[in-house]
């Protein structure tokens, strides 16, 4: 998973309730994503940061919220609004978004799961 | 509009014979495509990149072609191996793409018969 960590890996929320997912890199990476991925489904972007204290809405950011308050970290909200929360999270990162070309690396994901 | 999309959903091959998973992109903007296997419950992982400026480019057992006249790109795997079962994406980055963002096709779902 090449030093991206995400947690918890499976994650169970009852209607209402917002919850926080976790992602963690130790590779000294400018930039981070979140998205999301529904089974039998590619990946659809939420939001991205490409540095810390600034983050973008990616393609499906309503109902999601991020904060990017420190360059390893890039945790992701999930919050009521979001009328369809079950999915496969999955946390990325690249050395910086200043390049077209630049690879990412993807963390083990989260399993949401709406009660 | 944009997109990324592969021709077939399931690839079944016998063990040892060689894999081709094919791709489409639409976006001819695109100058980096990526493939990526993603195992039953686990995040992607890539496996090789190619630029543009390429047709071609081998990796261990796994060889990327890129035809941009026909906005074509396929991933060869060679001696194919249980392990090899997966699904696998491929994704486009168009070069004015400054934000690092990614256009993923919904993946082909490779099963390796032993």
């Known amino acids: 998973d090449g030093g991206i960590t995400q947690s918890p890996k499976y994650l169970f929320r009852k209607e209402g309730q917002n919850v926080t997912l976790s992602c963690e890199q130790n590779?000294?990476?400018?930039?981070m994503y979140w998205y999301r991925q529904d089974p039998g489904q590619g990946l659809r972007l939420i939001y991205y940061?490409?540095?810390?204290?600034?983050?973008q809405k990616g393609d499906i950011a309503e109902g999601y919220s991020v904060s990017r308050e420190k360059k390893e970290s890039f945790p992701l909200t999930v919050t009521s609004a979001q009328k369809n929360p079950t999915a496969f999270y999955l946390c990325?990162?690249?050395?910086?978004?200043?390049?077209?070309?630049?690879?990412?690396?993807f963390g083990p994901g989260t399993r949401l799961t709406v009660l | 509009g944009e997109s990324v999309g592969l021709h077939l959903p399931t690839l079944s091959v016998q063990e040892g014979d060689n894999s081709i998973i094919n791709c489409a992109y639409s976006?001819?903007?695109?100058?980096?495509f990526i493939w990526y296997k993603q195992e039953s419950g686990k995040g992607p992982q890539f496996i090789i990149d190619?630029?543009?400026?390429?047709d071609k480019r081998q990796g261990q057992r796994v060889t990327v072609l890129l035809n941009k006249t026909v906005k074509h790109l396929s991933l060869q795997i060679a001696a194919t191996q249980p392990g090899d079962s997966a699904v696998y994406f491929c994704?486009?980055?168009?070069?004015?793409?400054?934000?690092?963002?990614?256009?993923f096709g919904q993946g082909t779902e490779l099963s390796v018969k032993p």
């Open positions: 990325a990162s690249s050395i910086t978004p200043r390049s077209s070309t630049d690879t990412q690396y």
């Open positions: 590779l000294n990476h400018d930039a």
């Open positions: 940061s490409q540095i810390v204290n600034d983050f």
């Open positions: 976006n001819s903007a695109s100058d980096y």
């Open positions: 190619i630029r543009s400026n390429m």
């Open positions: 994704a486009e980055s168009p070069f004015y793409n400054q934000g690092g963002k990614l256009i």
